[in-house]
């Protein structure tokens, strides 16, 4: 495996960016990897490298270079705490199209690389990140072939680019992984996205006896059981779509 850290420019500054690339073969196919509010850190570069040995090109960007933050370090559970407060805020700054922007900016620098077909592209975000994923596969509807939210949060809202909405503006295969607890994104958010998924192949799974972010290794709610499935769902989903 290749691996990389590069600064890829955008209309706002310059976002450091993890890539990860099998060294042999190519050009692989296009994976966006959108963080999660605790930011980048060690358990997602090596949760790329796990997409990245299955044959694909992954980028892993800083989505909080606006900010001039990189990586947050240990959050406090505690909802009052300062750091928790800062990474609500932190999170709170980023909007869908300011990260479309990024995404055309991360798609515009692989064009550059001979390893990337920016032809063939999927997308996966976790927590904060599974509106970005979706919206990827609406914004960028001929290269986007494959888009995963995994215990996505705010996936239906009152607003035109909702995530439950997305069936009816892309060709991608849609697939939402949801805790079966999570206080972010309750029963009644998961309906409605089921309702807007129904009548096409995209799916929306619950994962028993979870919470919100089962499939991080360094979680106290991680749960390897449901952590090994959604990674079997995300792979499966990718060569589906994702085929040369």
Known sequence: MIDQQIEIPTKDGHTTTFITHPERGGPFPVIIFYMDAPAIREELRDMARRLGTSGYYVMLPNMYYRAGVMELGPINPDPES???????????SLTIPLVMEDTKALLAQAETQKAANTKIVGTVGYCMSGRYAVNAATHFSDRVK??????????????PDSPHLAASKTK???YFACAETDVYAPQEIIDKVTEGMKGTNNEVEIYPDTHHGFAFPKRPVYHRDAAERHWERLLALYRRNLST
């Open 82 to 92: 300062p750091e928790r407060k800062r990474m609500f805020s932190l999170m709170t």
């Open 146 to 159: 494959a888009a995963a939210s995994v215990y996505g949060v705010q996936l239906a809202t009152d607003q």
């Open 172 to 174: 991608a295969e849609l």
